[in-house]
């Protein structure tokens, strides 16, 4: 006998006669009989004789009990070409039965199935509240788009509700380190947008001839703008230059403008030259809560004009080697200043920027930073994030650029122990 491996089903191919699997047995058949008219019946089919009743193609072995449906693959035309729609149309006709044998497996599922315990449900009756520690808790059940919207709208704060507490007195803050690239500007901005979305008055600063935080806030520093150049040099108020940050309720901005440029030469010979931000930040007729002042990345007039103005310094620290660096520079000019020039001078924030957590050195600088400065660290830590640079090039900062990100976040969490460690211990002076 040849086996080509066809399994023949009439009801779906439509044959004359009635081939079944050559796996079929019963007793009226035999290997070499052949159906009447089919020369090629011989060869390829065994057909069922006459006196038998034409049992279905997916029967095999019946005397073991076995059945199994017929698939695609097992389902031909007459022409000797597979037919899948009819084999689609025969499996649905023909649906799969589990075996005996499969029925105890099923069985011992069942009854394996996890049945709560007498505890636990003692537990629930003694105590309504009473929670299975398998059950998710809400940062586990709610999905990460929940959770973003969740966070942008506690960073947005669209109610205006002061959610930051406001210091007693205006806290003047120095946001300086003389090594460039740390993110001073970065900082400033950011952490002002935030306590003013929370209630804040605050005020910006900007020291550097670059006008970063100018293009940060989307403030006009173009050339003939007044700036606080003209405070400066030309003794103009305050109140004149100052700026409304649009979009931003409670805060504004002092630009600055390329002629700061030329500042600290023309101040050598003007008199009291050291405190001339100092008098025109008292000058200011309105009070504020928070005066944040970008210093450039040197040690120049323009920085000694800033860290005379305040009574607290924040130093942005990037989690690099150079950074530490420079950082003894720093404190011995803070030291010299607080000496001959203001008493009240403190580093009170010591903030880590750019932290990359899968970096050893990040971790290294971290923990020296924590060791040598203690409390004054905050416990807030700015980690790279793309976001946060890619904000300033839409004239906005990240926490309206994109509340919800990493940046946002910790910027938020940033300015938020600042506001509360600004109550525990009041500075600054009366506006």
């Known amino acids: 006998m040849h086996d080509d491996g066809r399994y023949d089903d009439p009801h779906v191919t439509g044959a004359t006669n009635d081939p079944v699997s050559r796996e079929t047995d019963y007793p009226s058949w035999s290997p070499g009989a052949t159906g009447p008219g089919d020369p090629a019946a011989s060869r390829d089919h065994h057909p069922v004789p006459e006196s038998s009743s034409p049992e279905p193609a997916s029967v095999r072995r019946t005397s073991e009990g076995l059945s199994r449906p017929v698939n695609a693959a097992e389902v ?120 003013a979305l929370h209630g804040n008055r605050v005020l910006v600063v900007d020291l550097d001839p670059q006008g970063n935080a100018s293009t940060g806030l989307n403030v006009p520093h173009h050339t003939g703008i007044p700036d606080v150049y003209d405070c400066l040099i030309n003794s103009v108020p305050l109140v004149e230059v100052a700026q409304a940050v649009e979009g931003i309720p409670n805060l504004w901005c002092v630009p600055a403008t390329i002629d700061l440029a030329g500042a600290e030469i023309e101040l050598v010979s003007v008199v009291a030259r050291e405190s001339r931000l100092d008098r025109a930040i008292a000058a200011y007729p309105g009070q504020f809560d928070y005066v944040f002042i970008d210093c450039p990345p040197s040690l120049g007039l323009l920085t000694v004009n800033a860290l005379v103005a305040a009574q607290e310094v924040l130093i942005p620290i990037q989690c690099e080697y150079y950074a530490l660096e420079g950082l003894n520079q720093l404190i011995n000019n803070i030291n010299l200043v607080r000496q001959h020039l203001n008493p009240k001078l403190d580093v009170s924030t010591i903030l880590l920027t750019m932290y990359d957590r899968r970096t050893r050195l990040a971790d290294a600088v971290e923990q020296d930073v924590r060791n040598h400065f203690g409390d004054k660290v905050l416990q807030a830590v700015i980690p790279r994030n793309v976001r946060v640079s890619e904000a300033p090039s839409y004239g906005q900062s990240v926490m309206t650029y994109d509340p919800g990100s990493r940046g946002a976040t910790s910027y938020f969490e940033a300015a938020q122990e600042i506001a509360e460690r600004g109550v525990k211990e009041p500075v600054g002076r009366n506006a």
């Not at 689609?88 to 049945?115: G, L, N």
């Not at 990460?144 to 704060?157: S, T, Y």
């Open 76 to 195: 031909r035309s007459s022409s000797g070409r597979r037919n899948t729609a009819a084999a689609v149309r025969f499996e649905s006709a023909v649906p799969h039965q589990p075996t005996a044998a499969a029925v105890p497996d099923t069985a011992s599922m069942v009854t394996e199935a996890p049945v709560a315990s007498t505890e636990s449900l003692a537990a629930v009756a003694a105590d309504p509240t009473y929670v299975s520690r398998e059950t998710p808790t809400r940062e586990e059940d709610d999905p990460p788009l929940a959770m973003e919207a969740m966070r942008a709208v506690q960073i947005l704060n669209p109610s205006g509700e002061v959610t930051m507490p406001r210091p007693d007195r205006t806290r003047v803050m120095c946001v300086a380190n003389q090594k460039g690239g740390v993110g001073k500007t970065t900082t400033t901005v950011n952490l002002a947008v935030a306590l």
